[in-house]
């Protein structure tokens, strides 16, 4: 019997709405069980005590001084680091995005590398040069350790990467004619930018400014090295409660005010975004760089390349002459040799175990995050598939110390038994990984004009078929960078880790740390020697993938 218009418009509909949860569910039940139950149990453990809830513990910690001073100390600094940030890494996103260059694979790939360096060693490695004997002390006699500027250029340092890779994965694949159509009738090359190019670039620029105030406002290795006794972020402050006073109650409210905090500020980010994204033209951004022209444009691209070597190269070149005190590699030589003490094998065996963890994660993050993402963009999407939104980003502003110390007590009994699972690592940090899959394909998975999806629709292709045929086509780039970015975060990966790597099993972020929780110049010139490897590994990885995506985009692969 034919069906009548509005009986294939309800199927139709059904079909959209079991596509709709099928994308969704997996996402939801891997957050679910690995990070929300985890952290309930955390929190539970410290708030709930004989089995009776202690809410008024809350205020307790809250009328304290010395907490307040911490909550208005980690949300400054996060904004400011955040803002000066932006304002370093957007010419470097302009500059990797519109001009072509020798070197430029090689230089891409460097530039990231210091995001996925350990934060113990991205504090010591500016101690060397900003702290008592340091380069700035012994040039012109200035220290800048103990300062709020020493953390401040930390975190730019830190988290220069995510700007250049996020702002500018979509700035290289908007259409220049736009602005250059807005040049010809009379705008200034600042007007035509500031009114056709930044609302364009507004959704990846919020999602970039986000990201960098969620990792800045947990900051923990950085401020602990760099800050002293003087400065200290919530982070800091719970590793502090957690695994030095033992307070699991104080430890439980700091985790719930930077809960709240961290979903406030996503809630805040998700609306605002939402009111300004459009349907963007794109093209394919091979074509959209060129070499530099003019002396204006050299000379920005000449002024990226100072700020590169400058602040992102000159704190390497330190670990790298660190690691060769030794006269023959003698770090290096150490770290094939069993000590006995803190590592059950040789601290070379942690390169061999970051990679496969890494590896894992990567694929877990990408699957979770891209399933996300998909259904983030459906113009069906319901009410609590655009809550999800916020949710997902939840992992990056929770303390990673509260997620690994919960994998231990919440994942320690069947269904969920993983405490000798290989397994719980890459989890842990495919956690960190999600949310940089989903803030770098979202926005370009929403530029897409939907029209194309319909029309394919129209035309009884499957939700399959069109997303293969017209959004894969569009957001390879996209997923390729977000890859790049879970591998990254992965192997850097060190909060949530420490508690949950087994000591024969030793992540290089957490051998790093071992090494230099020891005293010594030969355990300090070790830790040099892995965080050197651990900088030429990502190195070499996040340059194969520049070449893997350069093919991609060239039709060589």
């Not at 090494?515 to 020697?529: E, I, S, T, V």
């Not at 996040?542 to 093919?551: G, H």
Request: proline letters at 5%.
């Amino acid at each position: 019997m034919d069906l009548t218009r509005t009986e294939v418009a309800v199927r139709k509909d059904r079909r959209g709405s079991a596509a709709r949860l099928g994308l969704i569910a997996l996402p939801v039940a891997f957050f679910a069980a690995f990070f929300a139950y985890p952290v309930a149990a955390i929190v539970a453990r410290g708030l709930k005590v004989d089995g009776v809830w202690r809410f008024g513990r809350i205020g307790e910690v809250l009328a304290q001084s010395d907490v307040r001073h911490v909550l208005w100390f980690t949300t400054w600094q996060a904004l400011v680091s955040t803002a000066l940030t932006l304002l370093i890494a957007l010419p470097g996103a302009y500059v990797f995005a519109r001009f072509d260059f020798r070197g430029k694979q090689v230089l891409r790939a460097a530039v990231t590398v210091p995001f996925v360096l350990p934060t113990v060693v991205v504090g010591t490695a500016f101690l060397a040069l900003v702290g008592r004997g340091g380069l700035l002390d012994e040039l012109w006699g200035v220290r800048l350790d103990t300062t709020v500027w020493a953390i401040l250029l930390a975190h730019v340092f830190f988290n220069y990467a995510v700007v250049v890779r996020t702002v500018g994965g979509l700035w290289a694949q908007l259409d220049p004619r736009q602005e250059e159509a807005a040049r010809m009738l009379g705008a200034s090359p600042w007007k035509a930018w500031r009114q056709v190019t930044l609302p364009a670039l507004g959704p990846a620029v919020a999602a970039a400014a986000l990201m960098v105030f969620l990792f800045t406002f947990t900051s923990f290795g950085v401020v602990q090295i760099l800050g002293g006794p003087t400065f200290s972020t919530l982070e800091v402050e719970i590793y502090r409660q957690t695994s030095e006073i033992f307070d699991l109650s104080t430890a439980a409210v700091l985790t719930l005010i930077q809960f709240v905090a961290v979903g406030a500020i996503l809630a805040l980010h998700a609306w605002t975004v939402r009111r300004r994204e459009t349907a963007l033209r794109l093209v394919d951004a091979s074509v959209t760089a060129r070499r530099p022209r003019g002396a204006g444009q050299w000379a920005l691209l000449g002024g990226v390349l100072v700020t590169v070597v400058v602040l992102l190269m000159l704190p390497l070149a330190v670990l790298v002459q660190r690691s060769l005190d030794a006269p023959g590699f003698g770090y290096y030589r150490a770290l094939t040799r069993e000590d006995g003490g803190i590592f059950l094998v040789p601290p070379i065996e942690a390169i061999g175990n970051s990679l496969e963890y890494a590896v894992a994660a990567t694929v877990i993050a990408v699957v979770i995050g891209g399933l996300a993402a998909v259904a983030l963009t459906r113009r069906d999407a319901g009410r609590f598939v655009r809550g999800f939104d916020a949710l997902l980003m939840l992992p990056l502003g929770v303390s990673a110390v509260t997620v690994g110390f919960g994998f231990l007590i919440a994942l320690d009994e069947p269904p969920l038994d993983l405490r000798s699972s290989w397994i719980l690592v890459p989890l842990a940090q495919a956690l960190v990984g999600v949310p940089f899959v989903v803030r770098t394909m979202l926005p370009v998975l929403r530029a897409v004009d939907v029209r194309l999806r319909e029309a394919a629709s129209v035309l009884g292709a499957s939700p399959w078929w069109v997303w293969r045929e017209v959004d894969l086509p569009m957001v390879r780039r996209a997923l390729l960078i977000a890859a790049g970015f879970a591998f990254a975060v992965s192997l850097g990966e060190f909060g949530a880790t420490v508690f949950i790597a087994r000591p024969d099993n030793p992540t290089l972020p957490v051998a790093v740390a071992r090494l230099l929780g020891r005293p010594g110049d030969l355990n300090y010139g070790q830790a040099m020697a892995l965080s050197t490897i651990l900088m030429v590994v990502c190195a070499v990885a996040l340059l194969v993938l520049e070449r893997l995506r350069t093919a991609d985009r060239t039709g060589e692969f």
